[in-house]
């Protein structure tokens, strides 16, 4: 166990190009932090800079206190968990959890001891003679924690380890991922696109953008202050409402913004509203239906319970202090 | 190109020690020599040479002997590609209809790809044997008289029937493979279009087939220039008159048992841009694929 | 097949029936020449079917040989060949394979020159450099040994090709999941990278076998002591020292056995033939 820290840390590539920069996190010991982003925004190189499969050109990373720039991944002690598993083909599963191991000369009794409690808790115990290809999505994927887990590291990383799952799956696993990991209590490093995966694993996330990051915090606080536009636009589903604030000059603060956001869900209707909203779809999602249409001509958004009434045209209104407005160049909140 | 990669120097060289060091010995000094040599000339004790600069491709390219081991080698492997391929498209199209008997087919019409080009050559030579052989029997009663030792088309015949037979089953196995891989919803479609089998087959398999076939046209001329070596030695070496004497067998001929080094490392020269022209040709024009 | 058509299906098996007789007969007639006796090609007409004399010529050429030709016994003949075809086989892999690993996993200085000086090989057949070739060989006095037979032979540009094809195909993670369970490059090659490439090697193996036994200028060349005479090489000499006294029946049962191991091969192991005759032309 430890924790793990980047401290400016930076990727350039031989040609020049910069993926990562200026980036610094501090990892609490047991800690499950989420980098989320869209692709191409350096997560999962930075997640690769912390595993040793890339160079770190700029910064430095620290597991416990060791500083890990030049350590071959081997001896970082951590595991890593890859979107396609990554599992030896021709190996059994056995093989593939103790062959770690077995290069790192652990006695056999103890690799057998740890395998086997391994499968205990991933439930693979059924599987430990198969081939992966023997295995469906969901086991392939226990055995891939499976192999992390034995090596009882400092830290696990998890490379979108969810994507190759279909939907419904990848929800149940989710829960599991954070189970084990409260169990465990590993501090954990995990990469993910999807905004809701983050949100509901992360004890803290970090929304990355261009190889910088743009907010850390809790799920919460990211979803309640998005710390810039991006973040804003890119946390919450369904998406909060960014306008620009010349469209709408009635807006309170609108004169130092560039862009004022308000969530679905924080949209009333209201009789006497201000906002003027006409309504050019409904999406039904059963509990709640999403409301679409034009305010000013901006498109809008919001929710409603799927048993109130609609109307083409509606009037909105709003709590000030539900506003999110952001400063027109720097995109930053501005409080 | 990978991306995760291993950060040792010296490793890879070790490596690659043993191709590297095989490929300069055994490749690239002989071949650098054969360069040298073409430029000189031995005298007759072979204990001096000198420098002669292109005295020894002038030579060549005036000799009437070399004009026509060209154009044997041309008809030669023209004949053989021709030939080969012809019959192994039509085994290929019949098999390609074949459903359960495919595989035994397959099976009866491949070994020949395993059967050395000199004892080949001795089987057609057994069988064309002007007086114990079946064949001569046989064109006897057609009232024709076969003899491939005074004959120089009999000769020519014999060594493009045994070349052409080896290299069936390979081309055959490549024209397979190449009509499974055209889809069947193509065929399909084209029947549904009214074309009957005939028209299918010259309006879409065959130019569906084309990148197979380029591909095979350029083996098989490979084949024919250098792999036949055996055939020929084994049968006619060369004869009679020169008749079947190929590049590949006069540079033998010339460099080992006439002892002429300067002619026959120029003549390797000459075969060495051949391969490289036709090397160059299979990379550039195959991997872009004759395609639609 | 689209529609069924009774007439077209009898054509195609008629033809792939001629097919297989006239790919066949080569075969046929040898064997029924290596079942007979010098003088039965005497009487004019040629035998069609076996003779009772099978048993009797194979273990003579066997065991025996045509002394007056100066080649060896077959079975040493045939020992020959097979130790060449296997040396040639097992080291174009051995030594193709650690190439393709060093330019696939590894970036080093020159590591492009390496590359080509590999490629210039597809450019050079034994038949174009051949004097030369020769000259090197002899200096170095490999001339009668098994190195010389084989080891000229072994540099293959297209056997390193199929592996870095097969190398670039695995999947990076596959060489990351293994760098941080700690192994090292040559770890990774034993451990991962060898055992994944298994069917892949087979499937060369068996294309080089055949390449390897069917060897014939280059032995002719190098070999000068009788012990080393390949089969392939012999039956040709075997062939001209007959050519006075015809003993066709002998040299018909030599080429029998000259084509018996690759054409077993072939046959036995089909889908690997198959697999990598195509994989080596990618």
């Known amino acids: 166990m430890a924790s793990i820290t980047l401290e400016n840390v930076g990727k350039v590539y031989p040609g020049g190009t910069r993926a990562v920069g200026d980036v610094s996190i501090d990892i609490a010991d047991g800690e499950l932090i989420v980098l989320v982003g869209p692709s191409g925004c350096g997560k999962s190189t930075l997640l690769r800079m912390v595993a040793g499969l890339e160079s770190i050109t700029e910064g430095e990373v620290r597991i416990g206190d060791r500083i890990v720039n030049r350590v071959e991944p081997a001896d970082r002690d951590i595991a890593m968990v890859f979107q396609n598993y990554a599992l030896y083909p021709h190996m059994s599963v056995r093989q593939n959890l103790a062959y770690g191991l077995k290069n790192r000369g652990t006695p056999r009794s103890e690799i057998k001891r740890r395998v086997d409690e391994a499968a205990e808790i991933l439930q693979i115990g059924p599987f430990l003679d198969r081939k992966p290809r023997a295995l469906s999505g969901g086991q392939r994927q226990r055995v891939a924690m499976g192999r992390a887990i034995v090596r009882e590291p400092a830290a696990f990383l998890f490379d979108e380890p969810l994507s190759n799952l279909d939907a419904k799956l990848r929800v149940a696993m989710r829960l599991e991922i954070k189970q084990l990991q409260k169990r465990l209590r590993t501090t954990s490093l995990y990469v993910t696109h999807d905004q809701l995966e983050a949100m509901t694993l992360a004890d803290r996330l970090v929304v990355l953008n261009g190889g910088r990051v743009e907010q850390i915090g809790t799920a919460l606080e990211v979803y309640r202050r998005p710390a810039s536009v991006f973040v804003a636009g890119f946390i919450g589903s369904p998406a909060m409402n960014l306008l620009d604030a010349r469209a709408l000059p009635h807006l309170p603060g609108s004169a130092h913004a560039g862009t004022i956001g308000i969530r679905p869900e924080d949209l009333t209707v209201t009789p006497d509203g201000p906002i003027e909203f006409s309504v050019t779809a409904v999406e039904e999602l059963g509990a709640q239906r999403l409301v679409h249409g034009l305010a000013n001509g901006e498109a809008m958004t919001i929710t409603q319970p799927s048993d109130a009434t609609l109307s083409d045209n509606m009037r909105l209104s709003f709590d000030r202090g539900n506003l999110h407005l952001f400063n027109r160049e720097t995109g930053r909140r501005i409080d | 190109m990978k991306r995760t990669i291993f950060s040792n120097q010296l490793l890879p060289w070790l490596l690659l020690a043993p191709q590297l060091a095989i490929t300069f010995i055994f490749f690239l000094w002989p071949a650098g020599q054969a360069v040298r040599q073409s430029f000189l000339r031995e005298d007759a004790f072979g204990i001096n040479s000198s420098f002669v600069g292109l005295t020894n491709f002038r030579a060549l390219l005036s000799s009437p002997e070399y004009m026509n081991s060209l154009q044997v080698t041309a008809v030669f492997a023209v004949s053989v590609t021709i030939m080969s391929m012809g019959v192994a498209l039509l085994l290929a199209i019949a098999v390609d209809r074949m459903l359960k008997s495919a595989r035994v087919y397959t099976t009866l019409l491949v070994w020949p790809y395993a059967v050395a080009p000199a004892v080949a050559g001795i089987l057609w030579w057994f069988i064309f044997n002007p007086t114990i052989g079946v064949m001569p029997y046989v064109l006897d009663v057609v009232g024709y008289d076969w003899n491939h030792i005074s004959s120089k088309t009999d000769a020519m015949l014999l060594v493009v029937i045994a070349s052409a037979w080896k290299q069936i089953s390979y081309n055959f196995l490549f024209f397979v493979a190449g009509l499974q891989a055209i889809p069947a919803s193509m065929r399909e479609a084209a029947a549904i279009d009214g074309a009957g089998p005939v028209r299918r087959f010259f309006d879409i398999t065959f130019p569906l087939l084309s990148p197979t076939t380029f591909f095979l046209l350029v083996v098989n001329i490979v084949y024919a220039m250098f792999d036949t070596f055996g055939v020929i030695d084994a049968t006619t070496e060369g004869g009679p008159a020169q008749a079947t004497n190929i590049m590949v067998y006069k540079v033998y001929f010339d460099g080992f048992i006439g002892q002429n080094i300067g002619s026959s490392a120029a003549q390797s020269v000459i075969l060495m841009l051949l391969v490289i022209s036709l090397t160059v040709i299979q990379f550039r024009w195959v991997e872009k694929k004759v395609e639609y | ?282």
């Open chain 3, 1 to 282: 097949m689209i529609e069924n058509r009774p007439g077209l299906n009898a054509m195609a098996h008629l033809v792939l029936i001629l097919g297989v007789v006239v790919v066949g007969l080569p075969l046929w007639v040898a064997f029924v020449a290596s079942t007979h006796t010098a003088t039965d090609f005497m009487s004019g007409t040629v035998p069609m079917w076996p003779g009772p004399h099978l048993v009797e010529n194979y273990s003579l050429m066997l065991e025996r040989g045509v002394s007056t030709s100066g080649t060896p016994p077959v079975a040493r003949m045939m020992l020959n060949s097979l130790i060449m075809a296997l040396l040639i086989a097992c080291g174009k892999i051995a030594i193709s394979i650690t190439s393709a690993f060093a330019i696939v996993y590894f970036r080093f200085p020159l590591r492009g020159l390496a590359f080509w000086c590999i490629f210039v090989t597809l450019m050079l057949p034994v038949e174009v450099r051949i004097v030369p070739t020769f000259q090197v060989v002899a200096g170095l006095g490999l001339l009668n040994s098994y190195a010389g037979l084989s080891v000229p032979l072994i540099a293959s540009a297209t056997a390193t090709f199929l592996f870095r094809q097969v190398f670039l195909t695995m999947p990076d993670e596959l060489v990351e999941a293994a760098r941080i369970d700690g192994a090292g490059p040559m770890k990774f090659f034993r451990d991962i990278l060898l055992p994944l490439s298994r069917t892949n090697m087979a499937a060369l193996f068996v294309i080089l076998f055949i390449y390897g036994w069917n060897q014939y200028l280059w032995p002719l060349l190098v070999t000068t002591d009788s012990q080393y005479y390949t089969i392939v090489a012999g039956i040709k000499r075997m062939a001209d020292a007959v050519d006075g006294l015809p003993q066709w029946h002998l040299v018909m049962a030599t080429a029998v056995l000259a084509m018996l191991p690759p054409v077993a091969v072939v046959i036995g192991m089909q889908r690997l033939f198959v697999k990598g005759l195509v994989e080596t032309e990618k």
